[in-house]
T-cell receptor
Framework: SQKIEQNSEALNIQEGKTATLTCNYT??????LQWYRQDPGRGPVFLLL?????KEKRKERLKVTFDTTLKQSLFHITASQPADSATYLC????????????FGKGTRLSVIA | EPEVTQTPSHQVTQMGQEVILRCVPI?????FYWYRQILGQKVEFLVS????????KSEIFDDQFSVERPDGSNFTLKIRSTKLEDSAMYFC??????????????FGPGTRLTVL
């Protein structure tokens, strides 16, 4: 069955550096991937979507890439700030149908001042 | 900015009791969802709802669960006889009108359900 995996549970990074989070997918070819931010005790908040035919997408300090050869999406936060500390979730469409999202477990990012 | 709201924020119940979790999706959205997240685990899909009926549901969404849109604004999830393993955060989400192929979803803040 399809899997979306975020293999790093946690990432600690110094303020000002670039954080890079990884999302791998197996057993299917998603038409898109989405990235969400989740703060403790809160719902996921949509950040970015990248389609399979797009190599890269940017929004302010955020950049997402989609590599169909490596079956991977990378999520970058440049000039990271303590306020960026949160769990970041990768999500994609299901095997069939379109409406529910399949989420990875998330990577907890801590930006240290 | 419009947002999805959920009530209550925290619900404590005894095993075997019925609970109803409430959501008000964003007003011009047509697709509605329930997800749950057990502490420390992935966000898992439960059910999607469109045009006043369930469009998809997961294996988790068994006969103990039901959803309803009782009026033009509310969307509810009912668990008939709660079990200890139903303890989780329950998130409601909505997405805009049909034709949004890429399915950006807007999540509510969640209801923390604790079953004792």
């Amino acid at each position: 069955s399809q899997k979306i995996e975020q293999n790093s549970e946690a990432l600690n990074i110094q303020e000002g550096k670039t954080a890079t989070l990884t999302c791998n997918y197996t057993n299917y070819s998603p038409a898109y991937l989405q990235w969400y931010r989740q703060d403790p005790g809160r719902g996921p908040v949509f950040l970015l979507l990248i389609r399979e035919n797009e190599k890269e997408k940017r929004k302010e300090r955020l950049k997402v890439t989609f590599d169909t050869t490596l079956k991977q999406s990378l999520f970058h936060i440049t000039a990271s700030q303590p306020a960026d500390s949160a769990t970041y979730l990768c999500a994609g469409p299901p095997d069939s149908g379109n409406t529910p999202l399949v989420f990875g477990k998330g990577t907890r990012l801590s930006v240290i001042a | 900015e419009p947002e999805v709201t959920q009530t209550p924020s925290h619900q404590v119940t005894q095993m075997g009791q019925e609970v109803i979790l409430r959501c008000v999706p964003i007003s011009n959205h047509l697709y509605f969802y329930w997800y749950r997240q057990i502490l420390g685990q992935k966000v898992e899909f439960l059910v999607s709802f469109y045009n006043n009926e369930i469009s998809e549901k997961s294996e988790i969404f068994d006969d103990q669960f039901s959803v309803e849109r009782p009026d033009g604004s509310n969307f509810t999830l009912k668990i008939r006889s709660t079990k200890l393993e139903d303890s989780a955060m329950y998130f409601c989400a909505s997405s805009p009108q049909r034709g949004t192929v890429y399915n950006e979803q807007f999540f509510g803040p969640g209801t923390r359900l604790t079953v004792l």
